[in-house]
């Protein structure tokens, strides 16, 4: 028996229905991107909104928030039941305040207080002027507004974005407090694990419904897709076995060979029909020059900004092939520390050293700093014509803008036009054409869809050289780095093996509060295991390391062909006096490519033992 059963019904109503969207169709510039799509809400619904960037999903939410009017369907709001929609790109825009912004939200009857109470919690004054707010304090004021009413229906479009993790961790608390019915899109796999209780997935225009939360996703989208493929498959097998009798053996009695002839008209139109999926994006970073093993050495740093220390004696020693990442609250220092870190800014005190050939690429989570008036193609080309240099090597930027979803017909779009899960995969193209052994990713995750997150994770696990990470995204945290360094407050960093999840078990508390107490404890206090009665945490490989394991034994492989060969080549006896620059060239090859078996062996080898350490545990 299947665990799950796709459905595009609206299903059983066991609570009053206070939302639906029925057949929706929606067109832009000749494209359908809603066809007959469906969306039913139930009063304490708990809805999950997926599917590729570009689907449709904010669409269909601005629909159901009345926003947008579809060219064709119906929209049912229960009588009297309160709508709030939270933009993915919030406008403050004239008001005053923000307390003006978030009171302007309230309806007759409304809390006045609420509005005031849930700035105060969100670390905001109320009396910020709009203008000058960052990203995150925007995104916080949005927050207020949508919640302030108590609605009946809450519809969020990215509410983690530019959220650091003491704000989502308020916010999944909030939101699970609530009465409301919630419809949100996220990239944030943990946080649509926490409060998702049913997914819905927008795919071709379609949404079908899973009565699970979304852990249970992907599975059953898998699933799905491979039903597709394979009745696509017996479509086009019958599609060939009566093309070949309409040839050969059209001269059977008149009447059946109309109806035969029509039923193959209406196969071949069904299959015009059919709206194939989305490809995917096509991820690898150029890789440069392999650099030193020491990337960068810092020892007992400080910084501060007057009377405020933001870094007070933190050191650390980051290897080729490490990802770090980095987290704290926003305003802790994140960006400073990585400046520092990477040579762009000095520190008060204290020595940093980048290692010899470091080639560095950054990629700039302020989609902001490209002008909004430069073409799509203009932007991966500095404006030098149609070609691009990706890791050294030309290629036509049209070809290399399909790589990333792009459709060629997109070249002249200025990237304001584009979404913003479009500009996300527009500064990766930019980043990953670029030759490196330092990546530098700041805030990586914002408006991707969750496929692109899948494949920029496994990007990452392959890349050869160092990688440095800022995210407030959990999951992806503990699926790319192999340590964290964490603000533990007043200025103190602390670096912990492993990812989120393995710093939560090692500190033992709740972790980056707003004010977290410092760090007095040794490395073994803060390690200490929970009290014997408490439940053990179920351990895992992370998925770098499971990955890794996967990836290295071919690796390895490779390299002993390679050696083999190099000695094959050495092992003749007149090779030095017959072409003296190819023997020093290949035992110089064959002294590396040892050095580099002997790296992956040992890398195998600890692998080996933590997996067997984690199943035996």
């Not at 993915?88 to 923000?98: C, I, N, R």
């Not at 995150?136 to 949005?142: D, H, L, M």
């Not at 249970?216 to 479509?235: G, I, N, V, Y």
């Not at 960006?335 to 204290?350: C, R």
Request: proline share 6%; glycine share 8%.
């Amino acid at each position: 028996m299947r665990p799950f059963a796709p459905t595009n019904q609206v299903p059983p109503p066991l609570a009053p229905l206070i939302l639906h969207l029925r057949d929706i169709d929606l067109t832009f510039g000749g494209t359908p991107l809603l066809e007959g799509a469906e969306l039913a809400v139930m009063r304490g619904d708990r809805l999950c909104l997926v599917g590729r960037n570009g689907s449709g999903k904010s669409t269909l939410l601005k629909i159901a928030g009345g926003l947008v009017a579809p060219d064709k369907g119906e929209i049912f709001v229960q009588p009297g039941a309160t709508v709030r929609y939270l933009a993915q790109e919030p406008d403050l825009s004239g008001h005053a305040t923000t307390l003006d912004y978030v009171e302007d939200g309230l309806a007759p009857g409304d809390d006045p207080y609420r509005a005031q109470y849930l700035l105060d919690l969100l670390g905001l004054t109320g009396q910020e002027t709009p203008g000058h707010l960052s990203g995150g304090e925007a995104r916080r004021a949005a927050l207020a507004r949508a919640l302030a009413p108590k609605p009946d229906i809450l519809l969020l479009d990215e509410p983690t974005n530019h959220l650091d993790l003491p704000a989502i961790a308020w916010l999944e608390k909030e939101l699970r407090s609530l009465p409301s019915a919630i419809v949100m899109i996220s990239h944030d796999r943990r946080f649509l694990e926490t409060l998702s209780r049913a997914t819905l997935w927008l795919d071709r225009g379609d949404v079908k419904r899973l009565e699970q939360g979304f852990s249970a996703f992907e599975e059953w989208r898998d699933e799905l897709l491979e039903q597709e493929s394979t009745a696509r498959h017996k479509l086009d097998r019958k599609i060939a076995a009566e093309t070949h009798w309409l040839i050969h053996g059209v001269s059977a009695r008149r009447k059946r060979n109309q109806r035969r002839l029509g039923n193959l008209m209406d196969m071949r139109q069904q299959k015009r029909e059919l709206r194939q999926v989305t490809g995917e994006v096509k991820l690898a970073a150029a890789q440069g020059e392999t650099s030193g093993k020491l990337v960068i050495d810092a020892e007992n740093i400080t910084k501060a900004y007057g009377d405020r220390t933001l870094i007070d004696g933190f050191s650390t020693r980051i290897l080729r092939g490490d990802r770090v990442g980095i987290i704290g609250p926003n305003g802790a220092g994140k960006t400073t520390l990585l400046n520092i870190l990477t040579g762009q800014a000095a520190p008060d005190t204290g020595k940093v050293k980048v290692g010899v050939s470091v080639e560095m690429v950054t990629l700039d989570q302020k989609r902001e700093s490209l002008n909004p008036r430069t073409s799509l193609s203009d932007a991966l080309t500095d404006g030098s014509g149609d070609t691009i240099s990706v890791g050294g090597e030309p290629r036509h930027v049209i070809s290399y803008m399909k790589d990333f979803l792009f459709l060629p017909e997109q070249a002249p779009t200025p990237i304001g036009e584009l979404s913003g899960g479009e500009r996300g995969r527009l500064m990766l193209a930019r980043a990953l054409a670029r030759p490196s052994n330092l990546l530098v990713l700041d805030e990586p995750t914002n408006d991707l869809d969750l496929e692109t997150l899948d494949l920029l994770q496994e990007m990452i696990a392959d890349y050869e050289g160092a990688v440095l990470l800022v995210s407030h995204d959990r999951d992806f945290i503990d699926r790319v780095v192999t340590s964290v360094i964490a603000w533990e407050g007043e200025g103190q960093w602390r670096e912990y093996p492993g990812g989120y999840s393995d710093m939560l078990a090692q500190r033992g508390e709740a972790p980056l509060r707003d004010k977290p107490k410092k760090d007095k404890g040794s490395a073994k206090t803060a390690a200490a295991p929970s009290s014997p009665g408490a439940p053990k945490e179920k351990r895992k490989l992370s998925f770098k390391d499971s990955h890794a394991l996967k990836i290295l034994p071919d690796r390895m492989a490779k390299l002993e062909e390679e050696i083999a060969g190099h000695k094959k080549v050495l092992a003749d006896p007149n090779l030095f006096a017959k072409n003296a620059q190819r023997f020093t060239d290949t035992a110089a090859a064959l002294t590396k490519a040892e050095a580099k078996l002997a790296d992956l062996e040992e890398e195998w080898l600890a692998l080996e033992m933590k997996r067997e350490d984690v199943e035996g545990g």
